[in-house]
């Protein structure tokens, strides 16, 4: 292992080296969902989804793509509207080197899944509210 990846890893245990992670991962990220966008905008392939496209019926992660195109295009409203929770986790990804997720690890697991379970079935019902599939 060379001297910049060693300097790099230590750098996380530092609020600038954590700061500066984040600058990296948001410029990656602002990088790749202008590309996607743009690739999208080229040739879109449709429902991904293949519970939605086999079935009509959107699974809790619908809108994931939708999220990363909207937000390439610079339309975070409505990316936030596609999945709301696509945009938390990616916004807890992008900023985790600062450390706000330190105390999803010091939950039990039970605490943890039972979240998980909850974040799930509200995606899931948003989902479903968004296709039509539940009345307003």
Same mark, same amino acid.
């Given at each position: 292992?060379?001297? $910049?990846?060693?300097? =790099? ?9 954590? #700061?500066?992670? #984040? +600058?990296?991962? !948001?410029?990656? *990220?602002?990088?790749?969902?202008v590309? /996607? ?9 449709? /429902?991904? %989804?293949? $519970?939605r496209? +086999?079935?009509?019926v959107? %699974?809790?992660?619908?809108? %994931?793509t939708?999220?990363f ?16 929770? &696509? #945009? &938390? ?9 600062? *450390?706000?997720?330190? =105390? @999803? @690890?010091?939950l039990?697991? !039970? ?6 379970? /909850? /974040?799930?079935?509200?995606? =899931?019902l948003w989902q479903?509210?968004r ?6």
């Open positions: 292992m060379g001297p $910049l990846t060693s300097r =790099w890893r230590d750098s996380a245990q530092t609020p600038r080296g954590a #700061v500066l992670r #984040v +600058f990296a991962r !948001v410029g990656a *990220g602002v990088l790749a969902a590309a /996607v966008a743009r690739l999208h905008d080229a040739h879109d392939p449709g /429902v991904l %989804c293949m $519970l496209r +086999f079935t009509g959107p %699974c809790p992660a619908c809108g %994931c939708t999220v195109i909207e937000a390439g295009h610079g339309h975070l409203g409505a990316a936030l509207a596609a999945n709301p929770v &696509a #945009v &938390a986790a990616g916004l807890g990804l992008l900023l985790a080197p600062l *450390g706000p997720g330190r =105390w @999803w @690890w010091q039990s697991t !039970v605490r943890r899944n039972t979240v998980l379970g /909850v /974040v799930l079935t509200l995606s =899931w479903l509210h296709y039509g599939f539940l009345p307003a």
